[in-house]
């Protein structure tokens, strides 16, 4: 989404215009994917060889499983600081 030339920006309520639409499109699941794929590497997880919707972090002696599934996901880990952390990263 992007805003329409003419409005300012910065407004609680703002105005937008849809660029592009991804659901009931073939590939808006593969789209989706890509874009969480992208998402997690770059916070440091990585895929598992069994399912590529599992993805894990180890930090130091800790262990942080995330599991995708359509749009949602369940993060789970051994230590809960570190489940807080990286929800607070994928809220950013």
């Keep these: 989404m992007q805003e329409p030339s003419g409005y300012k920006?910065?407004?609680?309520?703002?105005?937008?215009?849809?660029?592009k639409?991804?659901?009931?499109?073939?590939?808006?699941?593969?789209?989706w994917y890509n874009t969480l794929h992208i998402m997690l590497t770059d916070l440091g997880l990585h895929i598992t060889r069994v399912d590529l919707?599992?993805?894990?972090?180890?930090?130091?002696?800790?262990?942080?499983i995330l599991v995708a599934h359509v749009d949602n996901c369940v993060i789970t880990?051994?230590?809960?600081?570190?489940?807080?952390?990286?929800?607070?990263?994928?809220?950013?």
């Design 21 to 31: 639409v991804l659901y009931n499109l073939k590939q808006a699941g593969h789209k």
């Design 53 to 64: 919707a599992v993805f894990i972090a180890r930090i130091q002696k800790n262990m942080l």
């Design 9 to 19: 920006s910065g407004r609680v309520a703002s105005v937008k215009q849809l660029v």
């Design 77 to 92: 880990g051994s230590s809960m600081e570190l489940i807080i952390k990286y929800r607070a990263k994928l809220n950013e």
